[in-house]
């Protein structure tokens, strides 16, 4: 058996307690198929120092939930990985930069589509009022640029006053009601294969997708139509190795699809909802290792 690292949440924040350990333990029954081990070990403990990450000859940060709440400790973590030459995929590079959704800008740059999106350094009422007549919409939606789990994620309607707003660097978009609808579909790609799509629902009156809050998840057949053209598309405009993606993305008004995220750090890969458990992903990490 090979023994790889996995990158857990930080054993002080309670916040995922509940939660983190099953998709740990859906991860090491698929690895195990592909003989490999899994070790946990709390991200925060190799902030400044990645003397013992560097021994394995894998390290997988893809249950390091929260460290959106602790962001410049994460880049320094990722600094700190990437200079001492961690084995870690995805690279400590790309979860550095894709931790901030400003990416999602630089996407749209380069012929993704995404939202449209304004970005502010720090959101007030009057940034929303008028973001309502730059988009011609009735709802908008106003996300932290630093976020995870829809944390601080607020949908309001023309006339509402804003409550809660998130502090520093955020982004307003046009709420697509394609999400209480039809919902997210996500396209998930080991080793640059797709391996399968997972369509996700809110609860009704909600429009956030996440299981903390209700959200149901099914997995599909295939990608529906124009789906993998998007996915594909975004792929290729982020140029990187990677091993795994998650693709999220919802449908606009015209009908065509938006990105809404490239999940490239600490993505459940809905394991549950695969029809292979997770062998695709067992097989790209074996694949990775064997080269």
């Known amino acids: 058996m090979i023994r790889i690292a996995v990158l857990t949440p930080d054993p002080a ?12 333990e859906r991860l090491s029954t698929a690895l195990a198929g592909a003989d490999i081990t899994v070790e ?6 190799h902030v400044a120092d990645a003397s013992r990450l560097t021994d394995y000859p894998l390290v997988l940060p893809v249950i390091v939930w929260g460290y959106h709440r ?10 700190t990985w990437e200079a001492a030459g961690v084995r870690m995929q995805n690279p400590a590079s790309v979860i550095g930069w894709n931790s901030d959704k400003r990416y999602l800008g630089r996407l749209a740059d380069r012929g993704v589509a995404v939202p449209d999106t304004i970005w502010v350094d720090g959101v007030g009422q ?11 919409a009735e709802v ?5 640029r630093v976020s995870g789990g829809a944390w601080k994620t607020l949908r309001l309607a023309r006339g509402e006053v804003m409550a809660g707003a998130p502090e520093g660097p955020a982004m307003i978009q046009p709420y697509l009601p394609s999400i209480e609808t039809e ?12 391996s399968h799509v997972v369509n996700k629902r809110p609860v009704d009156g909600d429009f956030r997708i996440q299981v903390q809050f209700g959200g149901q998840y099914v997995a599909l057949p295939g990608p529906p139509e124009g789906a993998l053209a998007l996915a594909g598309a975004t792929l290729e405009a982020i140029g990187e190795d990677l091993l795994y993606a998650r ?12 990105l809404m995220e490239a999940e490239l750090i ?3 890969f809905y394991l549950g909802s695969a029809p292979d458990g997770g062998r695709n992903f067992a097989d790209a990490v074996r694949a990775l290792l064997d080269r």
């Open 13 to 24: 924040d309670p916040s995922y307690a509940g939660q983190w350990p099953g998709v740990l």
């Open 247 to 258: 693709i999220d993305m919802a449908r606009a008004p015209d009908g065509g699809w938006r």
């Open 70 to 79: 602790d962001h410049q400790r994460w880049i320094q973590a990722c600094r």
């Open 140 to 144: 908008v939606v106003v996300k932290p």
């Open 183 to 194: 919902g997210e579909t996500s396209l998930l790609f080991f080793g640059g294969r797709l």
């Open 126 to 136: 009057a940034d929303v009022d008028a973001a309502f007549d730059r988009f011609g």
């Open 40 to 45: 946990p070990t709390p991200w925060t403990d």
């Open 266 to 268: 600490e993505p459940d």
